[in-house]
């Protein structure tokens, strides 16, 4: 059975351009969770998606949205990068016990 | 406002012994603490979990202890293994109804080295 699957690994974007990322939940998981990791820091919430619905957002902008499909796939998009966007993000499913995927390391530069 | 909070960014234990994790936090609404091993490049792995209406889990080599009255859980590691070496992230979740439910809240990670 397949785990959290994310893509890409890794991309790197200019300032003010726009990024997708995309994440598949385990099989049977209706929910997806998505996190950030900046450089040394713990994971911070960003959204979670479940049914379709967009259910909790963390404290992020609101250039960070995303969606998810009928499949219950999830794409999170970031509008006019910073580089403080630079980070891993990682996504979920399942909750409280979260199965994450392997993550895409976002650059900015 | 840092709800989880692992204090110790480091911790060095030689293989065959305890190694301690610790982490505090401020929310006295959560009812569900995790634990979980990061390596680089790597998404995080799920190691253990305890509910509040429970103050010990045992999993293996691993077991977690909470403190609720000290808002405190801790991670112990016997034997420590140098395979172990990783970081390690504290989380802390509530249950259904809240505006929290479905976030997970983490500490910033303890780096972990087992030596040989």
């Known amino acids: 059975e397949a785990g959290v699957t994310q893509s890409p690994t890794h991309l790197i974007k200019t300032r003010g351009q726009q990024v997708t990322l995309r994440c598949s939940p385990i099989s049977g998981h209706t929910s997806v969770y998505w996190y950030q990791q900046a450089l040394g820091l713990g994971l911070q919430f960003l959204l979670w998606?479940?049914?379709?619905?967009?259910?909790n957002r963390g404290n992020f902008p609101p250039r960070f949205s995303g969606r998810q499909f009928p499949n219950y796939s999830s794409e999170l998009n970031v509008n006019a990068l910073e580089l403080e966007d630079s980070a891993l993000y990682l996504c979920?499913?399942?909750?409280?016990?979260?199965?994450f995927g392997q993550g895409t390391r976002l650059t900015v530069v | 406002d840092q709800q989880v909070k692992q204090n110790s960014p480091s911790l060095s234990v030689q293989e065959g012994r305890i190694s301690i994790l610790n982490c505090d936090y401020t929310n006295s609404m959560f009812d569900y603490f995790l634990w979980y091993k990061k390596y680089p490049a790597e998404g995080p792995t799920f190691l253990i979990s305890i509910s509040s209406i429970k103050d010990k889990n045992e999993d293996g080599r691993f077991t977690v202890f909470l403190n609720k009255s000290a808002k405190h859980l801790s991670l112990h590691i016997v034997p420590s293994q140098p395979g172990d070496s990783a970081v390690y992230f504290c989380?802390?979740?509530?249950?259904?109804?809240?505006?929290?439910?479905?976030?997970?809240?983490f500490g910033q990670g303890t780096i972990l080295t087992v030596h040989p």
């Open positions: 979920a499913s399942s909750y409280p016990r979260a199965f």
């Open positions: 989380a802390a979740g509530r249950g259904a109804g809240g505006t929290s439910y479905g976030k997970l809240t």
């Open positions: 998606y479940d049914e379709g619905e967009e259910r």
